[in-house]
């Protein structure tokens, strides 16, 4: 009775387990076939019908290379600001991947988006992204702490203990310090309209400063209705239409 | 052999030392900054507006005070239709109950641009002792009083005076000089606005200089009027200056003036005693003794009037953008020495006087082999004194189309000189360019998928391929990929904040263990403590296996060598060296131990047997006395 009621009970478990998976599966299915449309309307040319097919893929879940994709379908159709921002989003999740990279760059010098010399502390904090630097930082953490706690006879000399302590410890202030760089220009955003102004107030009725290009990087402030603060790679600072600009973190 | 083991277990003991020193000196730096900046006195913020209510042509003082602070900023909010003016700042210092505490005050005017509720929303003030925030404010705008002349009851205490240069030019009057009483439409007139106030009155300004009239706009006064001091009609005045700058938006003839509100405190005169020669009709004591009397008024200036002349059709070049006054044109080009392909950074600098919000880009006399893209610009103001006076800087960049060509074509500028009545055009010098053919073809990115690459070729066999048009991107990813990754911070998610709690938590055990070994290390009493409890505990154990088999020699040999260990440790000598003359010169005659020490030689020598009982009775008495030695 005891081996039956065990029997039924295994049985039960496998038919949940397989129709989950089957499921899961059948979703993924979908995800692969949806993806496949957009691309093959990105190939006839049909860009509007690519973006509409990634962004609604966007809306279930995002990956780099759905990102690249959607940043390509942008580029092609015009809408450089857009194209920009998804780049510059699939970097963000694939820091070392040549294609994102590769385009983000060339759209940019197409569009006359160059961008200024950085700096040796710009160039120091961009070697890795955020969530790489923070992992450097906690993975260091971990070993000092290991190594700070391990008995003192743990066949290691009283010197190189302390040297890989200190060794450690530089790691994970040069970690902190690139994220923390990296973490200053994270809510950064890209302007996403083709005819954006600068305002001197965040009003309908103030004056404008200046224009400023589809595509570039901003660095935002604080908002007040529809408009935000913005500071732009130059360090003009003025106010923008809030639908203007698009953040690279907020998806 | 002791000795090395003694400087070994010393050296472990000295670096366990440093190391739980380390530790609590981190631990110790981590609550500096995780929790002595809130333990620190909060600071009190209070921000007042007087009056409550205002019409449309007065404004209101803002004070926000803080208590606890010698400076602070305040972060003052953007509200539609209101503008603060900072007027000042003042400091308070009390002494209560022997404790020195100060107060810090700024005042901002609040103007508003139409009637109507508003509120001031709670202001952030920012100190070096941290941020505190105001309450939020709700106050009326009324309309503005239409009175010129308005002489109120004195019981109001306050009433409203229009006072006309030429009329009552004794207390206060305004004047105002433009540069030029004809001008063309859209052009930048200088115009220099003056108040003057006699000397002996105080007053506040309560409004910036407003414009009355149709067909000029007057602009924007955002400096601090210069204060001066002259003599006219030989009477001393107290004078601020504004230069600003008027223009014109309509055609035709124009009536204009400029007011002010302000409230002037105007000493009131003593009554003269009737003898006419009291000492107290003396100056000195009017002056000791008056008291002042507030009166608000609108200081206005005499009606000008000006001419708003249109901008002649005739020698209107194509790409005349409005820009009237006076203008020079700077540019510069850099890199000059490039390869095919890169951009040059085109500065375009217009500079002079004039109307600079009309101001465009200028542009390139031929466009042909190059391709431009949209300048970003900004306005650079020289100073306040001289409104309209600046220079616009326009960045641009450009990419050679053409490789053989050698120069940037001129750069024009087209404007209106109201001087010379005629338009103008700014011409600059072709600038020399040396353009290298580019070796490597740089603009196709080489993807790194080949296989991915192979399939969308495959693919594009299928599908009819649109020329793209950006050329030269990689293709597109077939695969999506893991579809569920975040763009968010590590530190945000759920799963590294429970590790990074649990190691935190495992640190924090490691660390305290740690420290009780050092403390263990350093303390010989616990050590020898703690060792003569663990020897006692396995001699017991022998003691009790003897007493199982009723083995008295054997018995009392584990209590002698138990004894023996014992005593060597808290007499710090070999527990082999121990001798019955050693018990008996140092220990009481009476003492247990002796006994037992004294029955095991006769035992080992004579063969002496003890009962069961008399066993257990030792046994008690024994552990007894051995652990009264620690």
Known sequence: MRALYQF???????????????????????QQTRF?????????????QAIEGFEALATQGISSALLYNLGNSYA??????????????????????SDIRGNLELVRKEKGLFQEEPSFGQRFVTLLVLNQWIAVAAISFVVFAGVLLLPFSYGLKSSSRYGIIVMLFLVIAIACSGAMGQYKHWHDGVVVAADARLRV????????????????????????NTYVLVVDEAGRSGWLAADAFESIANF | MKSRNRNKNRKKVQENRILAKVLSLGYLVLFVFAVVPALQAAIEVSATLSPGSFPLDRAAALNITATGVRSFQPEIPEVDGLSFHRRGQSTQMEFINGALSSSVTLTYLVQADRVGSFTIPAIQVSTKNGTAMTRAIPFEVTAPQTATITQQSASAGASTTRLRSGEAAKLAFLRVTPAKERSYLGEVVPVQIQVFFRDGIKANLNSLPQLHGEGYLLQQLGREPEQTREHVNNTSYAVLTWESALSGIKEGVHEISIEIDATLLLPEQRRRSSSGHSMFNDPFFNSLFSSYQEKNVKVASLTRTLTVL????????????????????????????LSHGDPITLNMTVSGQGNFDRVQAPKLSTEKGWKTYTPSSEFLEYDGSNPGRGKKVFEQALVAKDVTLKEIPAIEFSYFDPTAATYKTLSTNPIPLTIKRAVVETAMPEPVKKELRDKVNESAKSDTVVEPPVSGLAPLQLVPGYMDQKLTPLFTRQWFQLVAVLLFLLLTTAVIMKIRAAHYANNPRLQRDQEMKHLLGLGMKEIDQSLTVNDTRGFLE?????????????????????????????????????????????????????????????????????????
Not at chain 2, 312 to 318: A, E, F, M, N, Y
Not at chain 2, 569 to 586: F, M
């Open chain 2, 310 to 337: 249109p901008l002649p059709d005739k020698g209107k070049p194509k790409d005349f953008s409005g820009a009237i006054g006076d203008f020079r044109l700077s540019v510069s080009a850099n890199p000059v020495e």
């Open chain 1, 8 to 30: 039924l009970m295994g049985l039960c478990c496998c038919l949940l387990f397989l129709f989950c998976s089957q499921n899961v599966w059948a979703d993924e299915q979908l």
């Open chain 1, 201 to 224: 107030s965040p009003f309908e009725s103030a004056a404008f400063i200046g224009t400023i290009q589809e595509g570039r990087l901003l660095h935002p402030g604080k908002k007040h």
């Open chain 1, 76 to 97: 092609q159709a015009g809408q450089v600001g857009r194209a920009i921002l998804n780049y510059e989003r699939a970097l963000r999740l694939a820091p070392g991947d």
């Open chain 2, 558 to 630: 584990i209590c002698r060598k138990i004894i023996q260990e014992q005593l060597a440790l808290v007499w710090e000598v070999s527990s082999g060296a121990i001798t019955l003359a050693d018990l008996q010169k140092r220990l009481p005659e009476d003492s247990v131990l002796l006994a037992v020490f004294r029955a095991a030689d006769e035992s080992a020598y004579g063969g002496q047997k003890l009962s069961q009982q008399e066993m257990k009775e030792f046994v008690d008495r024994l552990r007894s006395e051995l652990e009264g030695l620690r």
């Open chain 1, 36 to 48: 496949q449309d957009a691309v093959s309307a990105y190939n006839k040319g049909e860009y509007k």
